[in-house]
């Protein structure tokens, strides 16, 4: 066990200790964090590569980017494209959009269960592929105990240089802004006093999203176009290189963020624990998108089929024409990526 995720600052600077639930004692000193009573192994397993091929698959891309896009924007589309996207597809449609007509979250209406109930389902997906592999090193999904301080040995943040994200990425965000929304969302007055709902909300705008952002690294294959310039999605985009954590195209096939869906994992057990629920959720947001067949038929419902025999033509020209409509829309900047600052807007 390694107590210490930095050296130790110069004699003399002052120190800072917070301490979260679970995650023992940070202490900054001089700009550098480190964390006590911290169980790390200093290995740090890789996610299998049967993992990452299969949310590789354009079916689980393309599931994962729509679903998230059209609850993002849907507040903010005409009714003659919402109506469009109907015709499509009524299964397309979010009884929950999660932002309102000027981007602002939706706490009260449960879309945050959605956002948690998608997710859940992602990871039984994952350990269902896990249990298959059977690899003792990587058994199933764990989460980060506490997100992982500056520095970090383990999981330290890429340098992004030129992106737009030096300010999430730096020391004095982790301490203004992460530490404070981990504090509150492992607080246990918080969670007795929100709905599973405006918790789900809470941490997919806060948090969640800045740390796919803090965590993104450059992309070794580049950065998808907008769907509005390349009409659609090119295949190249599928390849298992392209990991991009701020693109919802291809933030899950990056292992960080299946250590950031197990923290949130966890952090619905606090909320649980808090709100005195014992045994499974009765959920109220169940949004899940189309249900179709996939991995092996275990898991009915949870995500679209990856097997390239059921890749029917009918249904990428579906999710192909449904992004269209949103990418041509006013609501178009609602596509679930960062781009780095030299690729535009």
């Given at each position: 066990m390694v107590n210490t995720t930095v050296p130790l600052g110069r004699r003399g600077e002052e120190a800072k200790p917070t301490r979260l639930q679970g995650c023992g004692m940070r202490l900054a000193i001089g700009g550098s964090w480190f964390t006590f009573n911290a169980a790390r192994t200093n290995v740090i397993p890789i996610l299998p590569k049967r993992v990452i091929k299969e949310m590789s698959q354009r079916q689980h891309r393309f599931h994962h980017y729509l679903w998230h896009r059209v609850r993002n924007s849907w507040s903010r589309l005409a009714e003659s494209e919402r109506e469009a996207i109907r015709q499509i597809n009524p299964a397309w449609v979010p009884p929950r959009p999660a932002l309102d007509a000027r981007r602002r979250p939706i706490r009260d209406n449960d879309s945050g269960e959605d956002f948690l109930f998608m997710h859940c389902h992602m990871l039984a997906l994952v350990n269902a592929i896990l249990a298959e592999v059977n690899s003792p090193d990587y058994p199933r999904v764990e989460g980060w105990r506490c997100v992982p301080p500056p520095h970090d040995l383990d999981y330290p943040v890429p340098d992004f240089p030129d992106s737009g994200l030096e300010e999430i990425k730096s020391d004095e965000y982790f301490e203004r802004f992460i530490i404070p929304w981990e504090r509150q969302y492992t607080d246990s007055d918080y969670l007795r006093g929100v709905t599973l709902g405006q918790?789900?909300?809470?941490?997919e705008f806060t948090i969640y999203n800045k740390?796919?952002?803090?965590?993104?690294?450059?992309?070794?294959?580049?950065?998808?176009?907008?769907?509005?310039?390349?009409?659609?999605?090119?295949?190249?985009?599928?390849?298992?290189?392209?990991?991009?954590?701020?693109?919802?195209?291809?933030s899950h096939v990056n292992p960080v963020f299946w250590k950031l869906h197990g923290w949130i994992d966890n952090r619905i057990e606090d909320w649980?624990?808090?709100?005195?629920?014992?045994?499974?959720?009765?959920?109220?947001g169940t949004w899940l998108g189309p249900i179709m067949r996939n991995h092996r038929d275990n898991f009915r419902g949870i995500m679209p089929a990856s097997n390239p025999e059921v890749e029917a033509t009918e249904l990428r020209d579906e999710l192909t024409e449904i992004d269209r409509?949103?990418?041509?829309?006013?609501?178009?900047?609602?596509?679930?990526?960062?781009r780095p600052s030299d690729q535009g807007s």
């Open positions: 918790f789900g909300s809470d941490i740390l796919l952002m803090r965590w993104a690294a450059p992309s070794p294959v580049g950065y998808r176009p907008i769907t509005v310039i390349m009409l659609s999605i090119d295949k190249q985009w599928d390849a298992p290189a392209y990991d991009y954590l701020s693109d919802t195209y291809s649980k624990r808090e709100s005195g629920v014992a045994g499974a959720i009765n959920w109220k409509i949103i990418s041509a829309s006013s609501a178009n900047q609602d596509d679930g990526f960062f």
